[in-house]
């Protein structure tokens, strides 16, 4: 059995393990030994797996740096932050995306990279997708294309080209409401303010009614007659309108709140980097002379030391109360990357003997998950001033979650403030911090 299996000739016994015993080459030699076979190759281990069942690259795995939360370059799509720039941004919950590296998202993908001629060559057809794949097409302009999402491309992928473009090839202009009848998501992360103005989007999505001539109805039952358009998406529910704070994308409180008495069906709104409310943002450094008086006021209504010193949020709440009656069906706020103005969230404010502050029982008693991550990731090279500001903006939230839970006790649905999370040893550093400052408070 063993010269059997020396020679080679049973190969189905070759897979036995067995330990031949050397033998010096001039012995095997004389004895006319064959040579003794090359060991049986090692049996590999389970081959290492990307997460999503795909067979992943050759060779060790990447560094940390490169898929680190930090990098805005080799790190995931949903996943791109970084510590004095872009906030890292969540699609929005339920929206359709198409598998990583199928065929509808490469074609997607590659349909927002070339963008500028896309809109132009399938002008005719872009329109004519399902909604679920328009919105989607929508989102990926957003996110690869670099001008952004401007009111023009919305137009068209929403309702199509013009009237007097379709006449010439003999197509009938299709009604909007009934196409975009199952569109209930739309993501303009990153556009607004940059390639769009909410001015533009409330016109587009609310057209303006049209005067209508005083004519006397022949008959009582006639219909009444439309004083304008159809909404352009009237079961719109999930709408993101994230900036880049990186960016100075000028938004618009008041045009927000403008668009959002015209909206009160929406049940999820992403505000991810928005400034703090404000209705006269310019005007923070803006001061005027009384006429009457004769002294030197501030003008807007939030100035340069109205949040550090006076501890004065009576515009910010002001601003979120009026928001929060006009979008009273909300179920879902993000509000990553707004830590700074996170605490207009539960104080309160005196003005006009009335104490004004938000309701978060009546207006967003249905508001379940309140986002205030802040939007940055740590690295190994995070410095302790941005460690403790991290660790600030996660004790603001845990206080907002509080202030919420306390002021329904038990009424309307369950919160939950989702927040970053400190690794370890950034948490030893922030004690460490603490501690050092409370020895330093108690020797004066």
């Not at 450094?285 to 002294?295: L, N």
């Amino acid at each position: 059995m063993r010269r059997s299996n020396l020679n080679g000739s049973n190969s189905q016994n070759n897979h036995f393990p067995f330990t031949t015993p050397s033998v010096p080459p001039a012995i095997r030699h004389i004895l006319q030994i064959p040579e003794t076979p090359a060991p049986v190759p090692r049996i590999r281990g389970p081959q290492r797996r990307a997460i999503n069942g795909r067979r992943g690259p050759p060779g060790p795995p990447p560094p940390r740096s490169w898929v680190s939360l930090a990098q805005s370059r080799h790190a995931p799509p949903t996943f791109k932050a970084d510590i004095a720039g872009r906030v890292q941004s969540w699609p929005l919950s339920g929206a359709y995306a198409p598998g990583e590296g199928t065929l509808v998202d490469m074609v997607l993908r590659r349909m927002a990279l070339d963008w500028e001629q896309q809109r132009d060559w399938n002008r005719y057809y872009l329109y004519t997708l399902p909604s679920r794949l328009r919105t989607t097409l929508l989102g990926q302009v957003a996110e690869l294309y670099e001008p952004g999402v401007s009111i023009k491309d919305l137009r068209l992928v929403l309702t199509g080209p013009f009237e007097e473009e379709l006449a010439k090839y003999d197509v009938e202009k299709v009604d909007a409401g009934k196409l975009n009848a199952d569109v209930f998501y739309l993501d303009l992360t990153g556009s607004l303010g940059k390639s769009l103005t909410l001015k533009e989007l409330s016109e587009l999505l609310h057209p303006p009614k049209a005067d209508l001539e005083d004519d006397i109805q022949e008959s009582w039952d006639e219909p009444e007659l439309t004083s304008g358009p159809a909404q352009l998406l009237p079961n719109l529910t999930h709408l993101s309108l994230a900036v880049d704070p990186g960016s100075n994308a000028a938004v618009s409180w008041k045009q927000l709140l403008s668009l959002a008495g015209k909206m009160s069906q929406l049940t999820h709104l992403n505000l991810a980097g928005w400034p703090e409310p404000s209705l006269t943002p310019n005007a923070k450094f803006a001061k005027v002379t009384s006429s009457s008086t004769g002294r030197t006021v501030q003008y807007g209504g939030t100035g340069p030391y109205s949040h550090n010193l006076d501890g004065d949020w009576s515009e910010a709440i002001m601003v979120l109360k009026r928001l929060s009656k006009a979008l009273y069906g909300l179920e879902y706020l993000d509000l990553t990357g707004c830590a700074d103005w996170s605490p207009a969230l539960m104080k309160e404010s005196d003005g006009d003997f009335t104490i004004d502050f938000i309701d978060w029982v009546g207006d967003w008693g249905k508001v379940a998950t309140l986002r205030l991550n802040s939007g940055y990731a740590l690295t190994d090279n995070s410095s302790k001033g941005q460690i403790m500001q991290i660790s600030d903006w996660i004790d603001s939230a845990a206080a907002v979650e509080k202030h919420i839970r306390a002021q329904r006790s038990g009424r309307g649905r369950w919160i939950t403030v989702e927040r970053d999370t400190l690794p370890d040893s950034a948490k030893t550093i922030v004690e460490n911090e603490r501690l050092r400052a409370a020895l330093v408070s108690a020797a004066w």
